[in-house]
């Protein structure tokens, strides 16, 4: 490059140092020089500069081919992100179909254990009733015997001695106390009846009242909004929760 500028620098000196025409102002140069300094400096050049002006020559196809070369890539870019997109919503679709059968299978599930539960506590329930109701009578029985036999041994006493006052008067009182004892007997054996029968009663309420709850709190968990995963804990009860919570049957 440095050899260009003198070359330069040689042909101003000419030009100005050349003899002027008259009446113009145009000069004699000296051809022979000028064209000597012209071949250095195209020969000085670098080659750069003949690719550069290849470039100049050629800007207008090489801007088209990187502009469709831009837009070609923007395309398949935009091509592969509708179908990552698309990917995506059929892999958000297929997980919310498999919750959405997971929840109602478990709800089903669910609803299948409650009947269970139900069935099997109204079975108990007519066992324990059937029970107490088989007790009840067989108090009431012995106790309408006891009153019986002690009203006939009263009878049997009071015959006996008939003939005598102060006899007939004491059988007479004692026979009224073996009756009154013999209904307080009765009367106490009924009401224990009673309480057994509604303790009973009050033990199977509490096993239905947890089942309706554990329905309950399941149904508010599928109602609520869909999340990333799923808490399931309370519907994980197995056959044997609810055998350990029933209540126990005494005979």
Known sequence: MYRVFESLDELVTIVEDARGVPMTSGCVVPRGDVLELLDEVRDALPNELDDAQDVLDHRDQ???????????????????????????RAEADR???????????????????????????????????????????????AGRAAYEQAVSEGQAEQARLVSQTEVVHAAHVESTQIVDRANTEAERLRSECDAYVDAKLADFEELLNRTLRTVGKGRQQLRAPSRTSFDYGDWDRGPSDWEQNAPTVSN
């Open 62 to 88: 090489i801007v088209n081919e990187a502009t469709q070369g831009a837009q070609q890539s923007v395309e398949t870019a935009r091509a592969e992100a509708e179908q990552t997109l698309a990917e995506a």
């Open 95 to 141: 997980l919310v179909t498999e919750a959405r059968m997971r929840a109602e299978r478990m709800l089903a599930e669910a609803h299948s254990e409650s009947d269970m539960v139900v069935k099997a506590g109204n079975h108990e329930y007519e066992e324990y009733v059937a029970r107490a109701r088989s007790e009840a009578d067989r108090m009431i029985q």
